[in-house]
Nanobody, 119 residues
Framework: QVQLVESGGGLVQAGGSLRLSCVASGSIFSIYSMAWYRQAPGKQRELVARITTERTTTYAESVKGRFTISRDNFKNTVYLQMNSLKPEDTAVYYC?????????????WGQGTQVTVSA
């Protein structure tokens, strides 16, 4: 079992920056692929960025060049640096830990942190 706690959300003006953090506990952090998802009101949850155990990163097209995902395995923490924020980035951001082992999926979510970008 993995527990995930996000922090760092808030209200920011367009063009501003925020850094989200997600601290994991309860298992070996380094064996999980970590990701950030977001869900805006009335929309489906979508992948924002992912970082694998080998530190390979992927990003949604809408955030490429503006957001950076990173991980610190010593601190059991994954980060999402968000720059040049836009009002359309407004959403609840969720941290996710995932791994596949012996055909069994391990999939954990945090409680979410609100990011609001004003125009």
């Amino acid at each position: 079992q993995v527990q995930l706690v996000e922090s760092g959300g808030g209200l920011v003006q367009a063009g501003g920056s925020l850094r989200l953090s997600c601290v994991a506990s309860g298992s070996i952090f380094s064996i999980y692929s970590m990701a950030w998802y977001r869900q805006a009101p009335g929309k489906q949850r979508e992948l924002v960025a992912r970082i694998t155990t080998e530190r390979t990163t992927t990003y949604a097209e809408s955030v490429k060049g503006r957001f950076t995902i990173s991980r610190d395995n010593f601190k059991n923490t994954v980060y999402l640096q968000m720059n040049s924020l836009k009002p359309e980035d407004t959403a609840v951001y969720y941290c996710n830990a995932y791994r596949l082992s012996s055909s069994r999926e391990y999939d954990y979510w945090g409680q979410g942190t609100q990011v609001t970008v004003s125009a």
